[in-house]
């Protein structure tokens, strides 16, 4: 078993090396050069790094090879969108003291989509454009049913609420993050019906129809989304087992991630809703390892950036 152990995570630790090299380009070119630093923000559960792991693993170090100014921000990893949201905009401030931006391209993955996109409805003098990948931009049928199930049952809620709050303290502490924890906030702010709530305050780049495009521009802000449609992806990451498990959440026949559905993590310019990723391979997580048929998730950052820096962002 050992020996197993040792050839799995050689295999892990080359399959990364690989995939960063293959997304670095041989030279400085500027490709990832915007116009705007890029500010990546996490989702649930969420860190900026937690005992030597990065959240957005090679991320930022894709991005600044060829010329990109990238931040990593820290908000609370189980709360309302509105809470992240207020956390965020204070590190903004002080980000354009320290760049001399005025304004930054917001990425935010997962529950960081609705917190970003909070940030540029409510200061959209900080925001040149918001990108969500597999954004909780209108709900998710995993938290649909935790928050039934806890709704049915107090001893569920108590569950719920005590591991789920633990866990996020325990991630708050080792990841020096010092932010206050809810977890029920963060489940009941991803259901339906808060979803929607929250869209009809915050409607920018929102699709009008179940799965098409939203507003590409809206209150001078640019709006993009891309996710993935395939919860198993490498037999070598763990973390499949996560989203393996959680898809059964879904619909059958729904395309989904695993923990967001394809269509409700639709916002603004779609690039796409279908790569063959989970919901953590979006992220480049589990030392890069992801489907080795499909375009590598640092690629995809990098081709974003590009896109932005072409849009004047």
Same mark, same amino acid.
């Given at each position: +078993?050992?020996?197993?152990?040792?050839? /799995? +995570?050689?295999?892990?630790?080359?399959?990364?090396? &690989?995939?960063?090299? +293959?997304?670095?380009?041989?030279?400085?070119?500027?490709?990832?050069? !915007?116009?705007?630093?890029?500010?990546?923000?996490?989702?649930?559960?969420?860190?900026?790094?937690?005992?030597?792991?990065?959240? &957005?693993? =090679?991320?930022?170090?894709?991005?600044? *090879?060829?010329?990109?100014?990238?931040?990593?921000?820290?908000?609370?990893?189980?709360?309302?969108?509105?809470?992240?949201?207020?956390?965020?905009?204070?590190?903004?401030?002080?980000?354009?003291?320290?760049?001399?931006?005025? =304004?930054?391209?917001?990425?935010?993955?997962?529950?960081?989509?609705?917190?970003?996109?909070?940030?540029?409805? /409510?200061?959209?003098?900080?925001?040149?454009?918001?990108?969500?990948?597999?954004?909780?931009?209108?709900?998710?049928?995993?938290?649909?049913?935790?928050?039934? &199930?806890?709704?049915?049952?107090? *001893?569920?809620?108590? %569950?719920?609420?005590?591991?789920?709050?633990?866990?996020? @303290?325990?991630?708050? %502490?080792?990841?020096?993050?010092?932010?206050?924890?809810?977890?029920?906030?963060?489940?009941?702010? +991803?259901?339906?019906?808060? !979803?929607?709530?929250?869209?009809?305050?915050?409607?920018?780049?929102?699709?009008?129809?179940?799965?098409?495009?939203?507003?590409?521009?809206?209150?001078?802000?640019?709006?993009?989304? &891309?996710?993935?449609? @395939?919860?198993?992806?490498?037999?070598?990451?763990?973390?499949?087992?996560?989203?393996?498990?959680?898809?059964?959440?879904?619909?059958?026949?729904?395309?989904?991630?695993?923990?967001?559905?394809?269509?409700?993590?639709?916002?603004?310019?779609?690039?796409?809703?279908?790569?063959?990723?989970?919901? %953590?391979?979006?992220?480049?997580? !589990?030392?890069?390892?992801?489907?080795?048929?499909?375009?590598?998730?640092?690629?995809?950052?990098?081709?974003?950036?590009?896109?932005?820096?072409?849009?004047?962002?």
């Amino acid at each position: +078993m050992k020996l197993l152990s040792v050839v /799995v +995570m050689l295999a892990a630790v080359l399959a990364s090396s &690989w995939s960063y090299a +293959m997304s670095k380009s041989p030279d400085n070119s500027g490709y990832t050069a !915007t116009r705007y630093p890029i500010v990546l923000t996490h989702g649930l559960y969420g860190f900026d790094q937690l005992l030597g792991i990065d959240y &957005w693993y =090679k991320v930022p170090e894709t991005l600044r *090879a060829d010329g990109a100014e990238v931040f990593v921000t820290s908000v609370s990893n189980s709360n309302a969108p509105e809470v992240r949201g207020e956390q965020l905009i204070p590190q903004l401030e002080k980000l354009r003291v320290i760049s001399g931006a005025d =304004k930054f391209n917001l990425i935010g993955h997962s529950h960081g989509g609705p917190t970003v996109r909070y940030v540029a409805s /409510v200061r959209p003098d900080l925001v040149a454009s918001v990108t969500t990948i597999a954004g909780v931009n209108k709900g998710t049928p995993v938290a649909e049913a935790l928050n039934d &199930w806890s709704e049915g049952s107090d *001893a569920f809620a108590g %569950l719920i609420a005590t591991l789920g709050n633990t866990l996020a @303290k325990v991630i708050d %502490l080792l990841s020096g993050g010092g932010h206050p924890q809810d977890i029920m906030a963060s489940l009941q702010s +991803m259901t339906f019906a808060e !979803t929607e709530a929250f869209n009809q305050l915050h409607p920018g780049g929102i699709p009008a129809t179940e799965c098409g495009e939203g507003d590409y521009e809206y209150n001078g802000v640019r709006y993009y989304s &891309w996710s993935g449609a @395939k919860p198993v992806t490498n037999v070598l990451d763990p973390l499949d087992l996560l989203t393996g498990t959680t898809r059964l959440f879904f619909p059958a026949g729904e395309k989904n991630d695993g923990l967001v559905g394809s269509c409700g993590s639709r916002l603004g310019m779609v690039i796409r809703d279908d790569f063959r990723m989970n919901h %953590l391979d979006e992220v480049n997580m !589990t030392l890069g390892l992801h489907d080795l048929t499909e375009t590598d998730p640092l690629t995809v950052f990098r081709t974003h950036a590009n896109r932005l820096q072409q849009a004047g962002l």
